[in-house]
């Protein structure tokens, strides 16, 4: 029991530290004011969406009813008349007026998608033709489903209106009550799983939108009873919907925001769950054989791979940082990772020195030279340096050849040693060496080949080149 207190512990502080992190009550503010200019946008082309399906027709104002209803408290019914007016006008508008809207909606949701990716550490959006897709699916699809659960939730009442008491066997008002909440997490679900340029797990984003609807359903009430019984319109009168309206919007992006980090932490939070700590240098090696072994097999590297192999989402973010500046990893196109350069050119002592810079820095130096222990403390640290550089004198690529052939040769061995005895095992032992002597030479000379090229060339099982 203790150790799932703790275990839970360690996840909320990760999540509040990843909020933190990546500057999530910004970013909702900077949403707030976006959806600002928006809001008529979405709504006009929301309207637009339901025009095109008959059996939809008259739904706008009853799903304007019923999205204000579910997703904007009691104080916000001003703000409904208003958007309702602004909708009607823009419906009168000319073409170059509604490829102005449709270009708001777009900027609306490209900011949203920009949020969501750097929350999940994707440095580029979509490319055009992707990302309209993209935006052209959630403005069409969005709008059809908001008219189907209305359609249903109409459906529900009318059988509860005419059916006999007792027909429907008490499950309307059940069901009445639930499908708000349902509603909501799918489309929750749908804006984390969708939105990212990554691919984000179905189960977690399901999770996430579950717990970001019941979030988002209990700040609604508590919103609605705080607005109640205080004396904000008091103070600003007949303006009073305008920042209470501003105040929800934002708690509203706060809370989605909250589910986007907790999606992305549910995805990536296996490592930190399991107690694994690698120091950088570990995880970077752990890494680079995970992506060895995932290029052997003609597969990149996955978040899931990472999770997996143990690193923790912070110590992804400070190795992946490394290896793309000095051009170890590269993106796909579809967001994963693939090896860029050859690791028979890396060594270990490269990867300390990149993750664990020297102790004293050109200006520690100028700052220290006239304190008396300096001289012996710098003499310290470079025996320390030259001892490392040493002791780590071995390619990445050598470092994995070798045990790709001690993984073969002891495959070979377990079926040996019945027959030939302790003998065979030296013999076995000579020739490993001999052929991975051979083959470091036969790397050396293809790596001359391949600078051109830019190719990775390392070795592939059985010492054989892929």
């Not at 009873?225 to 706060?254: C, D, K």
Request: charged content about 20%.
């Amino acid at each position: 029991m203790t150790e799932q207190v703790h275990r839970w512990r360690r996840f909320l502080v990760s999540l509040w530290t990843l909020f933190n992190e990546k500057n999530c009550r910004q970013n909702a503010a900077a949403l707030t004011y976006m959806t600002l200019f928006a809001i008529v946008p979405l709504v006009t082309v929301s309207y637009a969406m339901l025009s095109l399906f008959p059996d939809f027709a008259g739904l706008q104002d009853k799903l304007q009813e019923q999205i204000f209803e579910h997703f904007v408290p009691a104080s916000g019914r001003e703000v409904q008349e208003y958007v309702r007016s602004f909708s009607s006008q823009a419906q009168r508008l000319t073409g170059a007026g509604v490829a102005i809207l449709m270009v708001t909606a777009g900027f609306m949701l490209r900011n949203i998608e920009e949020t969501f990716n750097s929350i999940w550490d994707i440095p580029s959006g979509r490319s055009g033709v992707s990302s309209f897709l993209l935006y052209w699916a959630i403005l069409s699809l969005g709008p059809i489903l908001l008219g189907a659960g209305v359609a249903m939730s109409t459906y529900l009442i009318s059988q509860k209106l005419f059916l006999p008491e007792g027909g429907t066997m008490g499950l309307v008002p059940v069901v009445l009550g639930v499908l708000p909440l349902l509603l909501t997490a799918a489309a929750f679900t749908l804006l984390f799983v969708a939105v990212p340029n990554c691919r984000v797990p179905l189960r977690y984003g399901i999770v996430g939108g579950l717990v970001t609807a019941f979030a988002f359903e209990t700040a609604k009430n508590l919103f609605g009873i705080m607005v109640a019984r205080s004396s904000v319109q008091a103070i600003y009168g007949a303006f009073a919907f305008v920042p209470l309206f501003l105040m929800w919007v934002y708690l509203t992006w706060m809370i989605v925001l909250a589910g986007c980090v907790l999606v992305r932490m549910l995805s990536a939070y296996d490592a930190a769950a399991q107690g694994r700590r690698y120091s950088d240098v570990v995880a970077t090696v752990v890494l680079l054989w995970e992506a060895f072994r995932k290029y052997q097999q003609g597969m990149p590297l996955r978040d899931r791979d990472i999770s997996r192999a143990g690193i923790t989402p912070a110590q992804w973010r400070r190795i992946r940082e490394v290896l793309q500046r000095h051009k170890v990893f590269t993106l796909t196109d579809r967001n994963d990772y693939v090896l860029q350069r050859d690791l028979y050119s890396i060594k270990l002592s490269q990867l300390a020195s990149w993750l664990n810079p020297a102790p004293l820095s050109s200006a520690s130096q100028a700052a220290l030279q006239g304190q008396p222990w300096f001289s012996e403390l710098e003499r310290r640290f470079n025996a320390v340096r030259d001892f490392t550089a040493d002791q780590l004198d071995l390619t990445v690529g050598e470092l994995f050849r070798d045990a790709a052939s001690d993984g073969d040769e002891g495959d070979k061995g377990g079926k040996s040693r019945s027959r030939r005895g302790k003998g065979s095992t030296t013999t076995r032992k000579s020739k490993s060496k001999q052929g991975s002597d051979k083959s470091a030479t036969e790397s050396s000379k293809s790596k001359d080949d391949d600078k051109g090229m830019g190719s990775l060339s390392f070795l592939g099982r059985r010492n054989k080149r892929v």
